[in-house]
């Protein structure tokens, strides 16, 4: 199952809030971001927020370099 995720870097702040909220499902994803939007941002809870978050709600993109340990070398090419 791959995780949704909604980055508050995508959309224009006057308080350059780089929160990113992930979860299972797009719902539950939705939920919080609207709560951090009216909470944190001091935006209204009305159908257009809802419909702007949701669309900004992406897949989660997971690295192309393992986890743990550094990443390789810029160009080096390796199996994971």
């Known amino acids: ?3 949704k995720v909604a980055d508050c870097r995508k959309l224009p702040s ?3 809030c780089t929160l990113t909220i ?3 499902t797009e719902e539950e994803v939705l939920r919080a971001a609207v709560e ?3 909470s944190v941002h001091r935006h209204t809870d009305t159908p257009e927020l809802r419909r702007e978050i949701k669309a900004m709600i992406e897949d989660e993109r997971v690295p192309a370099f393992p986890l743990s340990g550094p990443p390789p070398p810029h160009g080096e090419i390796f199996d994971l």
């Open 1 to 3: 199952m791959t995780r």
């Open 22 to 24: 992930s979860g299972d």
């Open 36 to 38: 951090h939007a009216v």
């Open 14 to 16: 006057e308080s350059d």
